[in-house]
């Protein structure tokens, strides 16, 4: 089955203890991102990655970081979360960069930093 | 810049009720595509179609139905007897080759009463 899989699915976290959120697709998609969604701003991009070794900032990239080592993965690391991190993030995958493809969601993270 | 707006943030209706959500777009790009997603209270974000700048053919899926018209820039999204199940957030977006990151509206809550 077609799936993007992110864990973990809900997490507590204390300000400044950092944090991995995996992601990780099994559909062989050459783009990979990662939103945040915030009541009343919709999703928003934190960043993207075209594929193997080739990431770039969103709008939002202040504050994490990722990783793309295999074509699989996509890792979002929080080094020092704070408050303002608290959100719903979702991975999403595509085929490629062609904006028309369709882009397939995790099942969303919820994290809360106190 | 690409902008999606979705100017409803909340509709109530009651079990049975047509319901219409609309999505206004702008972009520079003369191809691009609109998309509509679905999150129900569970917080996962379903696909629900996929629409290019060159195909203005109105489509229906059994109760969902879509109006896309180029001319007011307009994607619209109408339910009809609408049922407690479509109770959601929904949420259109824009992917153009001008731009590296899709862009989504803000959402518009669906709340259906019994």
């Known amino acids: 089955e077609a799936q993007v899989t992110q864990n973990p699915r809900y997490l507590i976290t204390v300000t400044g203890k950092k944090l991995t959120v995996t992601c990780s697709q099994n559909?062989?998609?050459?783009?990979m991102s990662w939103y945040r969604q915030d009541p009343g701003l919709g999703l928003r991009q934190i960043y993207y990655?075209?594929?193997?070794?080739?990431?770039d900032k969103g709008d939002v990239p202040e504050g994490y970081k990722v990783s793309r080592k295999e074509k699989r993965n996509f890792p979002l690391i929080l080094e020092s979360p704070s408050p303002n991190q608290t959100s719903l993030y979702f991975c999403?995958?595509?085929?490629?960069?062609?904006?028309?493809?369709?882009?397939?969601f995790g099942e969303g993270s919820w994290l809360t930093v106190v | 810049a690409q902008k999606v707006t979705q100017a409803q943030t909340e509709i109530s209706v009651v079990e049975k009720e047509d319901v219409t959500l609309d999505c206004v777009y702008e972009?520079?790009?003369?191809?691009?595509?609109l998309f509509w997603y679905k999150q129900p209270p569970s917080g996962e974000l379903v696909f629900l179609i996929r629409r290019n700048s060159f195909d203005e053919q109105n489509e229906i899926s059994g109760r969902y139905s879509w109006n896309f018209q180029k001319s007011t820039s307009s994607f619209n999204f109408t339910i009809t007897a609408s049922q407690v199940v479509d109770s959601a957030v929904y949420f259109c977006?824009?992917?153009?080759?001008?731009?590296?990151?899709?862009?989504f509206g803000r959402g518009t809550s669906l709340i259906v009463h019994p």
């Open positions: 972009t520079r790009d003369t191809t691009y595509y």
């Open positions: 999403a995958s595509s085929i490629n960069r062609d904006s028309g493809n369709t882009i397939y």
């Open positions: 559909m062989n998609h050459e783009y």
């Open positions: 977006a824009l992917s153009a080759p001008g731009s590296y990151i899709p862009t």
């Open positions: 990655s075209m594929n193997v070794e080739v990431t």
